[in-house]
């Protein structure tokens, strides 16, 4: 089955401690990409990722890192968490960039992250 | 301004009814524009694209008015599984999609 996996599904931390939220895909997609989803404001991009190795900053990067070592796997790294980073997260991937137009993206099923 | 400007709702309809949701971007230069569907605390899925000459998905329809930089969606005869929240989504630029905040339509009975 094709699909976006996301782990942990929830999560509650503390500040400061280093945390690391999981996405992997099965579709062999070069486009893969985090958001952040808080009440009110709409899904804001954290970080994408057009290929292996290639990665850049969306609207909210601050406070947030990521790799993508492998095609399938592209991590978001909180460093230091803090209470403003209380949200539900999302990974998504894609096999087409805007320039074809044609542009879906598949979603993980989410992370649900607090941060005390 | 936001980027992308959706009426939060909700919007309560009985089913069989026909409903409308509208979208406004900011960005004149935006060539992409979609409707995902968002369903309570999980992932938003695709619904449709929209293109310039409007398209009809079955009981779905979306147009799109560039000169008034805004996108519709038209759900005709509502069905109790069309309850959801309905994401605008709009081009922004090279790799980027900007995400309006949602329309939440409730169908009852």
Redesign the interface.
Same mark, same amino acid.
Not at chain 1, 101 to 105: N, T, V
Not at chain 1, 107 to 110: D, I, K, L, S, T
């Given at each position: 089955e094709a699909q976006v996996t996301q782990n942990p599904r929830y999560l509650i931390t503390v500040t400061g401690k280093k945390l690391t939220v999981t996405c992997s895909q099965n579709m062999n997609h070069e486009?893969m990409s985090w @958001?952040r989803q808080d009440p009110?404001?709409?899904?804001?991009?954290i970080y994408?990722s057009?290929n292996v190795e290639v990665t850049?900053k969306?609207d909210v990067p601050e406070g947030y890192k990521v790799s993508r070592k492998e095609k399938r796997n592209f991590p978001l790294i909180l460093e230091s968490p803090s209470p403003n980073q209380t949200s539900l997260y999302?990974c998504a991937s894609s096999s087409k960039?805007?320039?074809d137009?044609? @542009?879906?993206?598949y979603?993980?099923?989410?992370t649900r992250l607090t941060v005390t | 301004r936001k980027e992308v400007e959706q009426d939060p709702g909700p919007f309560n309809v009985p089913e069989g009814a026909t409903v409308a949701f509208n979208c406004t971007y900011s960005n004149s230069a935006s060539q992409s524009f979609f409707w995902y569907r968002q369903d309570c605390r999980k992932e938003p899925k695709l619904l449709m694209s929209v293109y310039s000459s409007g398209n009809e998905d079955g009981r779905f329809t979306a147009q799109l008015n560039r000169a008034s930089q805004y996108i519709s969606l038209l759900i005709r005869d509502s069905k109790l599984s069309d309850s959801a929240t309905y994401l605008c989504v709009v081009e922004g630029g090279y790799n980027k999609l900007i995400f309006g905040a949602g329309t939440r339509l409730a169908v009852h009975p």
């Open positions: 486009y @958001y009110g404001l709409g899904l804001r991009q994408y057009m850049d969306g999302f960039t805007i320039r137009r044609a @542009y879906e993206q979603f993980g099923p989410g | -």
